[in-house]
Structures are given as C-alpha cells and as structure tokens.
C-alpha cells in the first residue's frame, strides 16, 4: 500500500479555540485512510518538524497541546473553558499541569479526535496515566488508535542540536550555529540584535532534561510497547529522510496487520 499525498491543512480552529469553533478547510470527503497517530520524542528531536510534514502527506490534523495552552493565552475571558481556565492557572504559578486538567482539555475537543481526516496528537499522553485515560476515551468514542511513532536521537546529538541553538532576546528569531548560522557571527539577520544561547540550551542544562525525559517516558513507551502499537523511528537523518522513514514503516504496519501479524 501507498500513502499518497495528501496537502489537507487546515488552521487547526477548532484544536486551539475550543467551544462551537469551526475549522477551516475540511476534509469535503473522508479520505480512504484517516490515520490517527501519537507522537513521542525527546526535546531536540524534529517531533515538530516532522508533526508539520506528515499532516501535509497524509491530510491528519496535528493537535498539539502545547499549541492549545500558548494559544489559550490569547483568548478572552468568555471563551476560556473550565479546563482552559485551570490550566493557566497552573501556567502562571509555574505549575505542571495535572493530568486531569490535561484529559479535560483534550476531552472539550474530543470531535477533533473524531474527525474524518484522522489526527497526529503531539505532547499528550506524556504519563502512563495520561494513556490509559487517553485509551478509555477513544474506545468509548470508538475510535481506533492505528500506531504510537517514538521518533529517538542518541543523547549527544540532542545536545548537538539544541547546545547549537541561538536566539535574538529583541526579534525571537532563531538560529544554529552549524544548520542555521547567521550572515555575521553572533549577529541577528532581521534586526541586528545580539544573539544568546538560552539558559536551558546549555549542554549541561540539555543533559539534566534528557533525563527527565527519559525517567518520564521510558514507562510510556514500555506502556505502548506492550500494546504493539509502538513504531520507533531513528531521527538522525535530515527530515525528509526521517519522514520516508516514517511513511515506511506506517506501510509496513498496515501490510502486517493486514496479514494478521
């Protein structure tokens, strides 16, 4: 089987605003394959990169919960929703969020899970408990979870990649210093300004959340694992690799399930 192309982007309203909001451009006809996906991966990874690239190829929507809590920032207190509401509140006491607030959240948009064109949720679940909650809720809405896509990167080229990061305090532009240099040394291409690196981009500050990461996660992913619902994919590669990667491998899954194995 082929993945064909899809290009079905739309502005995710529906995801970031909650309530009765529409997004746009949806999918007129359910595709002949809705692909419903959880993203895993460390900080540094590409996660993000290849979240944007694989809604372009295969027309699922990319709901990130980081996007719904920077974006509630910007509503108006009459379109916050309960769970939105304490979730801030958490935010702004530099708080985690709890779990339960997160499940709220995700459930006020559950008709983004049910959508046609399929989904590619990015930053939840995070714990074991988030998915079993997570599982709960699709098997009452009955819909069927199709992979869990660990996307993984030996430690020191996480660090590599965000030890080289830097940024401009004035634009918020950013750089790196092999993949991404800018014209002068230190310099901000668009405003002139001094570029720095980031308190947590420092290799010391990378090592402490990689491990935290991996205390984190490594029961999530033995929790999907178990499940046979875990894809792991190196990410060393520039993103257009990882992405045929990728794309491979979700082959490679269907044909499998599709021969019982």
Same mark, same amino acid.
């Given at each position: 089987?082929?993945?064909?192309?899809?290009?079905?982007?739309?502005?995710?309203?529906?995801?970031?605003?909650?309530?009765?909001?529409?997004?746009?451009?949806?999918?007129?006809?359910?595709?002949?394959?809705?692909?419903?996906?959880?993203?895993?991966?460390?900080?540094?990874?590409?996660?993000?990169?290849?979240?944007?690239?694989?809604?372009?190829?295969?027309?699922?929507?990319?709901?990130?919960?980081?996007?719904?809590?920077?974006?509630?920032?910007?509503?108006?207190?009459?379109?916050?929703?309960?769970?939105?509401?304490?979730?801030?509140?958490?935010?702004?006491?530099?708080?985690?969020?709890?779990?339960?607030?997160?499940?709220?959240?995700?459930?006020?948009?559950?008709?983004?899970?049910?959508?046609?064109?399929?989904?590619?949720?990015?930053?939840?679940?995070?714990?074991?408990?988030?998915?079993?909650?997570?599982?709960?809720?699709?098997?009452?809405?009955?819909?069927?979870?199709?992979?869990?896509?660990?996307?993984?990167?030996?430690?020191? !080229?996480? %660090?590599?990649?965000?030890?080289? $990061? @830097? *940024?401009?305090?004035?634009?918020?532009? +950013?750089?790196?210093?092999? &993949?991404?240099?800018?014209?002068?040394?230190?310099?901000?291409?668009?405003?002139?300004?001094?570029?720095?690196?980031?308190?947590?981009?420092?290799?010391?500050?990378?090592?402490?959340?990689?491990?935290?990461?991996?205390?984190?996660?490594?029961?999530?992913?033995?929790?999907?694992?178990?499940?046979?619902?875990?894809?792991?994919?190196?990410? !060393?590669? %520039?993103?257009?690799?990882?992405? $045929? @990667? *990728?794309?491979?491998?979700?082959?490679? +899954?269907?044909?499998?399930? &599709?021969?019982?194995?």
């Amino acid at each position: 089987m082929e993945i064909a192309q899809m290009k079905t982007i739309n502005d995710r309203a529906a995801w970031l605003k909650g309530g009765t909001t529409v997004c746009s451009n949806l999918p007129i006809e359910p595709p002949k394959k809705a692909w419903r996906l959880v993203l895993l991966g460390a900080p540094g990874v590409g996660k993000g990169t290849q979240a944007e690239l694989l809604s372009e190829q295969l027309g699922a929507c990319h709901l990130s919960t980081g996007d719904v809590f920077r974006a509630a920032k910007c509503l108006g207190d009459d379109e916050r929703s309960p769970a939105i509401e304490k979730a801030l509140e958490y935010m702004r006491r530099g708080d985690l969020v709890p779990d339960r607030t997160v499940l709220d959240m995700v459930t006020e948009r559950v008709r983004c899970l049910r959508c046609c064109g399929g989904f590619l949720l990015d930053g939840f679940p995070r714990t074991v408990a988030q998915a079993e909650s997570l599982e709960r809720l699709l098997e009452w809405e009955q819909i069927p979870l199709m992979a869990v896509l660990d996307y993984e990167l030996p430690l020191e !080229e996480i %660090i590599d990649r965000i030890g080289g $990061r @830097r *940024t401009c305090p004035a634009c918020k532009a +950013v750089y790196h210093v092999k &993949a991404l240099p800018p014209r002068a040394a230190g310099v901000c291409d668009k405003c002139g300004g001094k570029l720095i690196q980031r308190e947590d981009d420092r290799p010391e500050s990378v090592r402490v959340r990689m491990e935290a990461y991996e205390k984190s996660t490594r029961p999530l992913i033995e929790y999907y694992e178990r499940r046979g619902l875990l894809v792991s994919i190196a990410a !060393e590669a %520039i993103p257009q690799e990882t992405l $045929r @990667r *990728t794309l491979t491998m979700l082959n490679d +899954v269907v044909a499998n399930r &599709a021969s019982g194995k």
